[in-house]
């Protein structure tokens, strides 16, 4: 009878031990977790995507979520285009152009767009998501407001990142593209100065830029808010008494193709 309580007691200190012990490396574990969550070690992992060698991906050792883990990867593929775009810079603006503007082709050109470096925020790259129509699946899509530089609203990325309409250089290049494609006319989108979305601050330098590689501005009037036929006219005769003696407006049509078309549109 004795030997059988002993064993009993001896049972049950095993079995405290045991749960006391197992208590102690559960929490641990979970220390552990939450340290590793919030902090990375100087050692990496490698999430091999197509050529190992080549294009892999580098992630810091840690626990992630998978948003946070393609942000990581967008992140370092931004910071390739970049460093990529700043080596061929130089290329595509000492660049001979392949073909002459054009006047009869036009492309739209949306000068609102913007970036924290230049403006202090983003504008444009940041607009709220498109509800999906169908009320059974948006659920499945994100909702709220992109969040660039690693996820923005464009189907595409662009090439110079997530520039600022604003940046005289940028400015620079995408007339610089465009007049090497052959296009001749570029169609700004504009309201007038202190509405929504107005080019007024930009369109000195795109002016300039579009006499530097012989091409011509046409703006497209936007539906502004209060618009009305009284104070269009009166908007539009702001518009041409302050760029009517700009350099691009009063020059000699004799580029070929260009006898016909004035150097300054609106539609």
Known sequence: MLTLTVRKYYAFCILVGGLILYTVISTNSVSSYEERKHTTTPTYSYFPKGNASRNSDIIPNGVYTD???RDIIMRQRIDRLERKY???QAIILNSKPMLKPNYNVHIFYYAWYGNIRT???YKHWNHKYLENWKSETKKKYPTGKHRPPNDI????YPYLGCYSSADPRVIDVH???ISDSGIGVVVVS???PNFTDSPSTILPVLFDAALKYNVKISIQVEPYAGRNPINLVNHLREFLGEYKNHPLSVQD???PGAKDVTP???S
């Not at 609203?153 to 595409?156: A, E, Q």
Request: net charge positive.
């Open 153 to 156: 609203g464009s189907n595409y």
């Open 264 to 266: 300054l549109r609106i």
């Open 253 to 255: 049509q004799e580029a």
């Open 119 to 121: 403006d202090g925020k």
């Open 190 to 192: 504009w309201t007038p």
């Open 175 to 177: 007339l610089k593209q």
């Open 67 to 69: 948003r946070e883990i």
């Open 86 to 88: 700043k080596k061929s």
